[in-house]
């Protein structure tokens, strides 16, 4: 029986693993189903992680370090991928995709979750070089510079105000002419000087060089006519798919409660609805979606884990 099984090997999942390790527990063990990293390890620069300044380093090169130091207080890495996780009595059962299940006293669940594609030409060639999912993570590589920004809902909108406060002008575009976002958010946007709206179009193909984009075909999906953004930058917000299949049952049920958009109910202590079980990172509620906010997330729900486990022994 483990002391505590860890779901995904990302910052929350390795920060767990680190400070439960370090804070005692014997026998810890962290499933992933690659190598544990997590999404961060897509890109080729980190600059927003504290006392981390290194520009010649790419996520991977950030991750590695903390593997290393994971291990080296006790934490095992098992490369399996997790099918499923459910409450049998006062433990839990975590079934492997092989079909093998292992027992753990408590759980803490870190799967992440996944931006989604919007599917234009020259997307996954230029993912990292110019197209980005996050303005938090690589805004400032825009700064006076113009961007684009495609989608209509409410991260789009709020992200694109971000935006516009760093780069020169941000030219939304949006498939339609009336937007998913909430209308407050929708009229701050709307008076923001330097955002711009390409409404009833589609992004037709990003286009580039050997140093990234340089450019954004637009379709206008009404007319069919087309016209060039001249953007370096393009940040697509066409949602997320949250990386939460582990935590349904074999009906299809979640075992612990959800917000409408499939992110995990946590407290401040990242104590989902059932106890002994946690949930931590971009998975769970409000997430920033930030390597500092995951670990700090892993690590809150490394210290509720030690604590439950003293005080059911
Ligand atoms: P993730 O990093 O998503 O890790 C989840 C892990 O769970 C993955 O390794 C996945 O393989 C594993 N997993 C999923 N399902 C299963 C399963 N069923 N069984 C076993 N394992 C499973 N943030 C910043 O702070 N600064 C940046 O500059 C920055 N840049 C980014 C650039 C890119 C290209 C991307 C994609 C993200 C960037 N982010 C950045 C965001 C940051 O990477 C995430 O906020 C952070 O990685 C979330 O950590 P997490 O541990 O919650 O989840
Ligand atoms: P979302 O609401 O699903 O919006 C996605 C947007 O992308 C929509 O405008 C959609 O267009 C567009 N889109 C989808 N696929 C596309 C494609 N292939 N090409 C071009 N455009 C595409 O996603 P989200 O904005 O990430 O929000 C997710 C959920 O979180 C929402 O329920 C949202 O309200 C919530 N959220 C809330 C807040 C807040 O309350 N402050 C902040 C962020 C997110 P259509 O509109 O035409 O479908």
């Given at each position: 029986m483990l002391d505590c099984a860890i779901i995904g090997g990302g910052p929350a999942g390795l920060t767990a693993g680190l400070y439960a390790t370090r804070g005692g527990l014997k026998s810890v063990t962290l499933f992933e189903m690659g190598m544990p990293g997590g999404q961060i390890t897509q890109s080729s620069e980190i600059e927003n992680y504290p006392g981390f300044f290194e520009h010649d380093k790419t996520g991977m090169d950030f991750m590695n370090t903390w593997q290393e130091q994971c291990f080296h207080f006790g934490l095992k890495h098992e490369m399996k991928k997790v099918e499923r996780v459910a409450k049998t009595g006062e433990h839990f059962t975590i079934t492997l995709e092989s079909g093998e299940t292992v027992e753990a006293k408590t759980a803490i669940v870190c799967t992440g979750s996944t931006p989604k594609r919007a599917g234009f030409k020259g997307e996954d060639e230029f993912f990292g070089r110019g197209v980005s999912t996050c303005a938090t993570c690589d805004g400032f590589f825009y700064k006076n510079k113009p961007v684009t920004v495609l989608g209509g809902g409410d991260t789009a909108l709020e992200e694109a105000y971000y935006l516009s406060n760093i780069a020169s002008d941000v030219y939304i575009v949006h498939r339609r002419d009336t937007f998913r976002a909430a209308p407050s958010t929708v009229d701050r946007v709307m008076r923001k000087e330097n955002i711009h709206l390409v409404l009833d179009?589609?992004?037709?193909e990003v286009l580039g060089d050997a140093m990234g984009v340089t450019s954004v075909r637009v379709k206008n999906v009404k007319s069919g006519e087309m016209q060039i953004l001249e953007t370096p930058g393009l940040f697509v917000f066409v949602g997320h798919n949250v990386n939460n299949s582990v935590l349904k049952d074999e009906n299809g049920e979640f075992i612990c409660k959800m917000n409408e958009w499939g992110q995990v109910i946590v407290d401040l202590s990242m104590r989902t609805s059932v106890e002994g079980l946690y949930a931590a990172g971009d998975m769970r509620i409000e997430a920033p979606k930030q390597v500092v906010c995951a670990a700090g997330d892993g690590a809150t729900a490394a210290l509720q884990v030690i604590s439950y486990i003293q005080e059911q022994a």
């Open positions: 179009s589609v992004v037709d």
